[in-house]
């Protein structure tokens, strides 16, 4: 079996055949893991660059991990450490990267498109670790799978995205991969923050009301106020934020059944979840951490020369 | 020296000749003679009964860079660019550095003009430096040849400062240019908001900034009762409110791309950065109802909105791509391309004779006796631009290798032609 794509550029480019192929190899590999001994020597010889153009704690750490489990070599590259500090394009860090004979490229970008850019103007397979407000396919797939492993299909599962709808590139992959697989999406949030035309493109249901939002879903995939992407205010405060549509536990205790809480990190505690409810028994946060390894181990896999 | 074209379709409503297959006879510069039958010059150009002579065409928006950014463009490749594209006439903007906001930066470019192929009329920009903040020296810099007035790339956002700007060019029958977009909405947008732009992840511009604009500025060309031309426009609000403008006698008039006629924002699917442009690419209905405001004379006239850069600027990530494309040498193509059935004289009309009016240059009419300023060109011609024959110093095209119908065989003006091969 083979992807339909030689890059993962986003969710949108995939066919469900795709998500269910990542998926399904994401579980072998989620077994590899529980073993004494996780390391497998599939990507043994092929050399893996990491681009973060953007800070990360989590997604890099869990690629470099997946790297390792799949014995690549691994090249890490910071744009504040690096060229790019000092004015490199991005064309000209790459391609230098790529003389150096690397066989893969995972990046993150601030800018919308940055990946799509890079995939027309060089030969390495690339991963997009999150392109500005577009996509993060990855996160996107972790998410249906942790989803899976919760609620058993996403066939029909109601999932209400919450929170920072418009700078989110977590949305945006979850959108596309959640109606691709037939679950049915809410977002929710100040209307601010959500897209004017989400419902024309994506034809999912929007909601201002986040009570409303939890007793409508099955999950609730909470999303981070994107502080550090807004350009003007779009709301009065955290404090308001957190009032309005954070998410307590007393919201949870109203309802009439068990949702499952989401959320793709860092939390801001307090802002958009409360601690109760972060580390409370709702949450599946810290499983959504542990599958992205055995996700992008899956789509290294399949992206990678060896298996194309 | 004597030129004569040859069976050639006299494409100028005003002429008497308008419609027919007639010689024309140019002698240094001068139209000499037209008739049914001429002999006798140096030098004869075949037209075989199918192209067009109009009177010479005018881009009322294109930015030279020069002084400042010769290496996107300078004034004689932007004036050899214009030649090819089969433009007479050219206002260029004051986006150079130094900024055209006073008599020197007008004098340059006037002198430096001179000698080349086509007219260059320098607009003068409104504020010093186009910042928006104070009134720049438009009559002294009107005394030295600019031909109107506009911030350019760099819209006069203040209501207060725009009305201000409209009452003082009337002093010299002066008109003032303005791309309309309010630069608080959809801030930092780099695309037309919709559809695709969610999906895209890009964020939107809304079409409520440019209307917005266009409001506002009718509003205050009523009040100034001065002349306004607004050059981009996109949506089909903005047509509504200028054509109720014009029904009510204001002296409201403009102009659209050709690039916003022949592309829409689901061109954007791969992020062209070529395609990135402001006012950005609006939806599929909106670019179905400028070409219909083109039809029904809606729109004045034709502006390229020839905006070059360099390589860099435009092979990057999208959102730091600079925002334009190059424009004057496929504009009639792409136009024709989209709409075939524009009859000759609407193409005289929207490219040459509107803008003559509005921006008082010379009229240009296809007569004995008048100073030759023509187009010529064909509508079943084809035009291939390519990274190779462009004359542009820059690339920035997204209508590079496209085959376009229609071919500008040539222009004569300043007493000289160029011909394309």
């Not at chain 1, 998926?23 to 077994?31: E, G, M």
């Not at chain 2, 009964?49 to 005018?58: E, I, L, R």
């Not at chain 2, 791309?257 to 442009?277: A, G, I, Q, R």
């Not at chain 2, 709409?339 to 009309?349: H, R, Y």
């Amino acid at each position: 079996m083979k992807l339909s794509t030689s890059h993962l550029l986003g969710i949108k480019d995939l066919t469900k055949e795709d998500i269910e192929l990542i998926l399904s190899t994401a579980q072998q590999f989620k077994d590899v893991l529980q073993r004494p001994v996780k390391k497998v020597p599939s990507l043994r010889d092929i050399t893996i660059v990491n681009l973060f153009y953007e800070n990360s704690t989590r997604t890099r750490m869990s690629f470099e991990l997946a790297e390792r489990r799949l014995s690549a070599d691994t090249l890490n590259f910071a744009a504040s450490t690096s060229s790019a500090a000092k004015g490199e394009t991005l064309l000209d860090t790459v391609n230098n990267i790529l003389s150096m004979k690397v066989d893969m490229v995972v990046m993150r970008h601030s800018a919308s498109g940055a990946p799509h850019f890079l995939a027309k103007h060089i030969p390495a397979a690339i991963i997009n670790a999150g392109d500005g407000i577009n996509e993060h396919p990855t996160q996107g797939l972790l998410d249906a799978f942790s989803m899976i492993e919760k609620k058993g299909s996403l066939e029909g599962l109601k999932v209400a995205i919450i929170g920072d709808i418009m700078h989110s590139r977590v949305a945006q992959s979850n959108i596309y991969l959640l109606n691709k697989m037939g679950a049915e999406i809410m977002v929710a949030g100040p209307p601010t923050l959500i897209p004017k035309y989400i419902k024309e493109a994506h034809g999912v249901r929007v909601e201002y009301d986040v009570m409303k939002a939890l007793e409508w879903c099955d999950v609730a995939n909470v999303l981070r106020i994107q502080l550090e992407r807004q350009n003007q205010p779009l709301f009065s405060s955290l404090r308001e934020y957190n009032l309005a549509y954070g998410i307590k536990r007393s919201m949870l205790d109203k309802l009439k059944k068990e949702i499952v809480i989401m959320h793709p990190g860092p939390i801001n505690r307090g802002v958009e979840l409360d601690s109760d409810v972060a580390d409370g028994p709702h949450s599946i946060i810290l499983n959504q951490v542990e599958n992205g390894v055995a996700v992008r181990m899956a789509a290294l896999y399949l992206l990678s020369p060896k298996s194309n | 020296m004597k030129i004569l074209l040859k069976q050639v379709i006299i494409a100028d409503p005003r002429s008497p000749h308008n419609g027919t297959v007639k010689d024309i006879l140019i002698a240094d510069g001068i139209i000499t003679k037209i008739a049914g039958e001429i002999d006798g010059a140096e030098e004869v150009l075949h037209c075989g009964g199918t192209s067009f002579a109009s009177p010479g065409w005018v881009d009322v928006f294109a930015n030279f860079n020069d002084p400042g950014f010769e290496y996107k463009e300078t004034l004689e490749t932007g004036a050899a660019a214009a030649a090819a594209g089969g433009y007479t006439n050219v206002l260029v903007l004051p986006n150079t550095n130094p900024v055209v906001h006073n008599k020197t930066q007008v004098e340059y470019i006037v002198q430096k003009s001179k000698g080349l192929a086509v007219n260059i009329h320098p607009l003068g920009a409104v504020t010093k430096a186009c910042e928006g903040k104070e009134l720049a020296e438009m009559y002294d810099m009107y005394s030295s040849g600019a031909c109107a007035f506009s911030d350019g790339n760099y819209p006069v956002q203040s209501a207060g400062l725009m009305v201000k700007a409209l009452q003082y060019v009337k002093a010299f029958n002066g008109v003032v240019i303005q791309v309309p977009v309010d630069k608080t909405i959809g801030q930092f947008g780099l695309m037309h908001e919709g559809i695709m732009s969610t999906k895209l992840g890009l964020p939107g511009v809304p079409a409520l900034a440019e209307e917005l604009m266009v409001a506002r500025d009718i509003k205050l060309a009523r009040y100034a009762d001065s002349k306004l031309h607004f050059t981009g426009v996109t949506t089909p609000k903005s047509f509504e409110y200028i054509r109720r403008a014009k029904e009510a006698g204001l002296q409201v008039t403009c102009s659209v791309t050709p690039h916003h006629l022949f592309f829409c924002d689901e061109d954007l699917l791969e992020y062209d950065c070529n395609l990135k442009v402001n006012p950005p690419l609006r939806s599929k209905e909106d670019m179905m109802a400028l070409r219909e405001a083109v039809l029904n004379g809606t729109v004045d006239c034709i502006a390229t909105h020839h905006m070059p850069h360099e390589w860099d600027s435009k092979i990057c990530e999208f959102e730091y791509a600079k925002n334009g494309m190059t424009g004057l040498e496929t504009s009639y193509a792409a136009l024709n391309t989209v709409l075939p059935n524009l009859s000759a004289e609407q193409v005289s009309t929207l490219f040459s004779l509107n803008a003559r009016k509005i921006f008082n240059l010379p009229a240009a009419e296809i007569k004995e006796g008048e100073t030759a300023d023509i187009t010529l060109f064909n509508n079943d011609g084809d035009t291939q631009l390519t990274n190779e024959t462009t004359k542009s110093r820059s690339v920035n095209s997204a209508f590079m290798n496209k085959m376009l119908k229609g071919k500008v065989i040539g222009i004569f003006t300043k007493a000289n032609k160029f011909i394309n091969p």
